[in-house]
């Protein structure tokens, strides 16, 4: 397990507390200015230190976390979630969640009138 006490890429230290599953998805979260850390929009490789907040928008998601530990590469589950605290709200309850419209296996296309009270369902 490598630690470094200095800096780390921000795409690297969010892959690696496993906040996303790829380093990609964590450098394309930084380039469409869902990652900010300190209340800045950050680029990929924006450095990071001990006792920065980041907020990350993933999944739907607000996360926000304060580093606590700085590491390079990709560790366990068990060892990343000592690397942060997690100040996320909690995620929304599922009866709060839209509900969304279940067709029956076998019913079909759906008709106009189900179509527009599938929309009706999701606001649209």
Known sequence: ?????????????????????????????????????NGERVKPAHAVRTGDEVRLRHAGR???????RVVRKRVGA???AQCFVDN????????TVAAVGHRDRG????????RREMERLRGV
């Not at 607000?62 to 606590?68: E, G, K, N, P, Q």
């Not at 996320?88 to 009866?95: I, K, L, Q, R």
């Open 78 to 80: 068990a060892v990343a």
């Open 107 to 114: 019913a079909g296309r759906p008709t106009k009138r189900d």
């Open 1 to 37: 397990m490598a630690t470094d006490e200095g800096t780390v890429r921000i795409d690297s230290w969010i892959w690696s507390v496993r906040l996303t599953k790829t380093r990609s998805m964590a450098a394309s979260a930084c380039r469409a200015g869902h990652v900010r850390v």
């Open 88 to 95: 996320s709200p909690p995620p929304p309850a599922p009866e």
């Open 62 to 68: 607000d996360r926000i976390v304060v580093v606590s």
